[in-house]
């Protein structure tokens, strides 16, 4: 126990010494002053604070690493840079040069800072060791005296060291955060573009801080990290009749989405009526892109109503996942196998709980089991039903293109279609790629799927590869205030999105978090947005060999159990 409480002191007392006495780096047009954070929330964190936002980079390393706060500043100089006409972002960002100058600076004059406060730590403990003794006791000889604090110095120098080496690296990278104005960096890199035509009435620290940012993120974010997505899902859910469709057409042009996937309670009182009177089904006919759709507790007023399934399968691009009692639609978009299965409650009822999403769940699991042995009844695969057969979004995989006029690499397009085509067979044998439903009860009794999706909650949740959706739309007009802290003012509850990239294998790149609030208010203010790493999310992974595209068509497959369990009955 001596010998670890020494060990952690020395390593506490290294950091402070980093921040009481912290480290000046610099390039030719930027200025840092940098320190170790023993902070929980920092550990194994680059966190770059500015006035224009904080940037977040958070690793996943075997072991907890100090944090690293690099507190970032323009140079004197930049005054006259700016002056330069048609000065452009992309030449205010530091070299790459510049950057491994500044860390190799970093790593010296920190790790020298630190082993410093260390080895002081550890000598004044041995001379007290040493020196600790009763009257008539004779002093201990220093090699006694130094054996212990010598094994924690080393400990805590190697410990610290080995995590921090191990931890910030690109392929460690966990996730991307940022807040403010620099969080539009990670939102949409076209905002560099615009400042840069708004450059006349844009502040200069403002085009510094982007900069900045972009060239910090260029220098740690994976490289796979960075490719173009080739499918991008939108993720939206609790839309509670507000018709705040105007705004996800721009999410939808902006960020190129491949299809929509909306889990639930698009209205509030389970009436269609008050959705024709929003507009929400024109809304969403104008998105352009298939439009995947599960009912959630609101969108129903009893345990027989489907009438608002019913109208939404009439909309064009609408794709229902569960049309009728125990049949489920699957749907295959860029690639991508998605089905789920609709919450069986209702507005109004208030009973049974989580308890009544399991059966909903188990005869979905039994539907897709039974489809998977070859007992389940199913319809031929089409592209009806009005979901748009090639989305806009995302990169198509030229190598896997047959498209006429377009001359297939080596290999030939036709072993590309075929391996894609067998290695798509063998993942549909494990489970869906998605799975879309409503409550987090009814996500956590569902497997075999590689991602889970669900709402309900109105708020944002990660665990594994469950992924809690926010309410697009602060949960619409009736349900957007909740009450305060200890009975305080009544606040809006906070608007929120996701957006999957997926990899032209399939394989999950980033889900990317957003989030604003006071939209109602007329003063709408930008919280944060935060890019997670898929590979800590998808799971299981996409076999080899899978090709996923935007330009894919969409093909819809009907299931039906042919011994479908009857759904929970709820308490009225």
């Known amino acids: 126990m001596g010998l670890l409480a020494l060990t952690l002191a020395s390593g506490l007392v290294g950091i402070a010494v980093t921040s009481v006495w912290p480290t000046q780096v610099g390039t030719q047009s930027y200025a ?47 005054t006259s840079v700016l002056a330069t006409r048609d000065l452009s972002v992309s030449a205010l960002k530091p070299t790459p040069a510049e950057i491994d100058d500044a860390v190799s600076t970093v790593i010296t004059q920190v790790g020298g800072k630190f082993a410093g406060g260390a080895l002081l730590t550890c000598v004044l403990v041995a001379f007290a060791t040493r020196h600790w003794r009763s009257r008539d006791e004779p002093l201990r000889p220093w090699r ?17 060291a080995g995590a921090a080496w191990s931890t910030f690296r690109p392929n460690r990278l966990e996730s991307v955060g940022a807040d403010g104005l620099l969080g539009y960096v990670r939102s949409n890199t076209a905002i560099l573009a615009g400042v840069e035509a708004r450059s006349a009435q844009a502040q200069p620290y403002v085009k510094n801080m982007l900069a900045l940012s972009a060239a910090l993120q260029d220098k740690f974010v994976p490289a796979e990290l960075a490719t173009p997505a080739s499918v991008k899902l939108l993720l939206v859910s609790d839309i ?52 995947l759709f599960v009912r959630g507790n609101h969108d129903a007023s009893s ?44 507005f109004g009822d208030t009973g049974g709980g989580p308890a009544t999403q399991v059966p909903a769940a188990e005869a979905f699991g039994e539907a897709m089991r039974e489809l998977r042995a070859g007992r389940a009844t199913t319809a031929q695969e089409s592209s009806t039903r009005g979901a748009t057969a090639s989305p806009s979004g995302g990169t198509p995989v030229p190598t896997t293109s ?134 800590a999310i998808q799971s299981p992974l996409p076999s080899p060999g899978r090709v996923c595209r935007a330009d894919a068509p969409v093909t819809l497959q009907d299931v039906r159990a042919t011994t479908p369990q009857s759904s929970a009955t709820p308490t009225p």
């Open 144 to 160: 006694r005296a130094v054996a212990i604090p010598a094994l924690s110095l080393l400990l805590a120098l190697t410990g610290t």
């Open 303 to 346: 345990p027989t109503d489907d009438a608002l399934v019913e109208r939404m399968a009439q909309v064009p691009g609408v794709v229902v996942l569960e049309p009728r009692r125990h049949t489920y639609t699957l749907a295959t978009v860029g690639g991508l196998r998605i089905g789920g299965f609709d919450d069986p409650r209702w």
């Open 240 to 291: 509670h009749g507000a018709n705040a469709y105007p705004l996800m057409r721009q999410i939808v042009e902006t960020e190129g989405i491949t299809a929509v996937v909306d889990t639930g309670d698009l209205i509030n009182f389970g009436r269609v009526q008050e959705a024709e009177a929003a507009g929400l089904f024109t809304g969403i006919a104008s998105l352009g892109v298939p439009y």
């Open 402 to 535: 047959v498209a006429a006029g377009i001359t297939a690499s080596v290999p030939s397009a036709e072993a590309v279609a075929s391996s894609a085509s067998a290695a798509a067979a063998a993942d549909a044998e494990r489970g869906l790629d998605v799975l879309v439903t409503h409550e987090p009860a009814a996500a956590e009794a569902s497997g075999d799927a590689g991602i889970r999706l669900h709402g309900h909650m109105h708020s944002t949740a990660l665990q594994g590869n469950r992924i809690q959706i926010g309410t697009f739309t602060g949960g619409g007009v009736v349900s957007h205030y909740i009450e305060g802290g200890d009975g305080g003012e009544l606040a809006g509850q906070p608007y929120a999105f996701d957006v999957l990239s997926f990899g032209g294998d399939c394989r999950l790149q980033t889900l990317t978090r957003y989030s604003y609030r006071d939209l109602l208010e007329g003063r709408p203010v930008y919280d944060d947005v935060r890019a997670i790493n898929g590979r």
């Open 32 to 78: 840092a002053t940098v320190r170790l954070s023993a902070e929980p929330d920092q550990l194994s964190t680059l966190h770059a604070p500015t006035l224009f936002g904080d940037l977040d980079l958070r690793f996943d390393g075997v072991l907890p690493a100090p944090g690293v706060s690099a507190v970032a500043r323009v140079q004197d100089r930049i």
